[in-house]
């Protein structure tokens, strides 16, 4: 069976950055249609919802687009409360990154957007934080926003008040093109059959699930293992970013512990002993104190990544289909300027010199050099995505 939507966009993938192109554009009166297999396992609903360009520790290009996504969030975040009705949990709370002595502290790459903070200073701002930290810096412009409980239930319902129609359920198998030009995709829909979904334009933003339906995008999961403990509601009011490990105290106590790096996991659902051991020690080697605190819940989900750990952003080999994936650990940072990048593209809005230089160097083609093969082709039914 084939369905024609020539005038709706596809977006191909229902998570974080689908869900943020998706109201950008509908919001600009586009007609969208989100195809998605299982919205809840998108990366948006795992992450811990850092705002922290700074406190990351990012450089170069990374940092120029964490800043300017960073910059762009309070104005992205009330137009998403204003169409959904619904409060996105935005906080900028600030970031301490601790370190253990002043060398490694002078050395770290944003160090000059940090507030320096001695033994003193630091135990102000963090009460029972570890003994061996014996100064930090602050970072006071980063933030975090409750994208588990609150800014992903209000993008969905913001796309439906704009009119997104939703396909769930639907897994896409592999695109449809003639002469690199997109014409579709073929998918399998919820009762079992493959139909053909027609239509001129799309966006894949399938996270760590991208390759599989497009092989010039070199993205592979990393698997990342996370739990919530409920302290008591002030008990910490900063984030705690420290050495693969980090704290994010929501306003009603409850604190997000993350997470591993697990690069050779591939697609291996689950938590572990290991995985969980090594959570419970960072916890320790932070904020000893937390220890006792009740734990709430475990999960895991899937990093996007790519080689060099930036996003593909921009247009690809297929006229009609646009790329925006690979955001690794940083898609809850940069959902704003991904949205309005790609949004500005498929409108046809004028770009400014510093925009049409981010999406230069984020373009697909970085890549080229590398062992690429081609897209799969309209018989190749193997693949998913989100």
């Known amino acids: 069976m084939a369905t024609h939507t020539s005038e709706r966009l596809l977006i191909l993938g229902g998570g974080l950055i689908g869900l943020s192109i998706a109201h950008e554009l509908a919001s600009k009166g586009r007609k969208v249609e989100i195809l998605s297999r299982r919205r809840s396992e998108a990366a948006g609903f795992v992450a811990a919802g850092m705002l922290a360009p700074h406190a990351e520790g990012l450089s170069n290009q990374m940092l120029e687009l964490g800043r300017s996504s960073l910059l762009q969030i309070p104005e992205w975040v009330q137009k998403i409360e204003t169409n959904s009705g619904m409060n ?3 906080r900028m709370s600030g970031i301490v990154v601790p370190f253990c002595n002043l060398e490694t502290r002078e050395k770290y790459p944003t160090a000059r957007f940090g507030q320096s903070l001695n033994r003193l200073s630091l135990e102000k701002e963090i009460p029972g934080i570890a003994s061996q930290w014996e100064t930090g810096l602050l970072f006071s412009e ?6 588990r409980r609150r800014l992903m239930r209000a993008l969905e319902k913001a796309c439906v008040e704009l009119g997104v129609h939703f396909q769930e359920g639907v897994e896409v198998q592999s695109l449809i093109y003639k002469e690199n030009v997109f014409q579709g995709v073929y998918v399998c829909n919820a009762s079992g059959q493959v139909e ?3 239509a001129n334009e799309a966006v894949l933003c399938s996270g760590a699930w991208s390759n599989q339906l497009f092989k010039e995008v070199p993205i592979f ?3 990342g293992q996370m739990f919530s403990i409920q302290g008591p509601k002030d008990a910490l009011k900063r984030i705690m970013f420290g050495p693969g490990i980090y704290l994010v105290p929501r306003e009603d106590g409850l604190i997000i512990v993350g997470a591993t790096n697990e690069k050779e996991e591939g697609f ?4 572990t002993p290991y995985g969980q051991n090594e959570l419970q020690k ?5 904020l000893p104190s937390a220890m006792s605190w009740p734990h709430m ?3 895991w989900g899937f990093r996007p990544c790519t ?3 930036k996003p593909i952003l921009g247009n690809s080999s297929l006229n009609g289909l646009w790329l925006a994936t690979g955001h690794h650990r940083n898609g809850v940072l940069l959902a704003a300027i991904t949205s309005d990048l790609i949004g500005k593209c498929l409108c046809d809005q004028p770009l400014s010199n510093s925009e049409k230089s981010l999406l230069q160097q984020f373009h697909y083609t970085r890549f080229t050099n590398s062992e690429i093969t081609t897209p799969l082709s309209t018989t190749d039914l193997k693949g998913s995505n989100r």
Do not use: A, H, T, Y
Not at 268 to 271: F, L, M, Q, V
Not at 282 to 286: D, Q
């Open 196 to 198: 053909e979904i027609f």
């Open 88 to 90: 996105c949990g935005l």
């Open 268 to 271: 291996n659902e689950g938590c």
């Open 142 to 147: 980063d933030g975090q926003i409750d994208n």
């Open 297 to 299: 819940e475990r999960w």
């Open 307 to 309: 080689p060099d750990l």
């Open 282 to 286: 960072g916890v320790e080697s932070l």
């Open 221 to 223: 999961p990393v698997k």
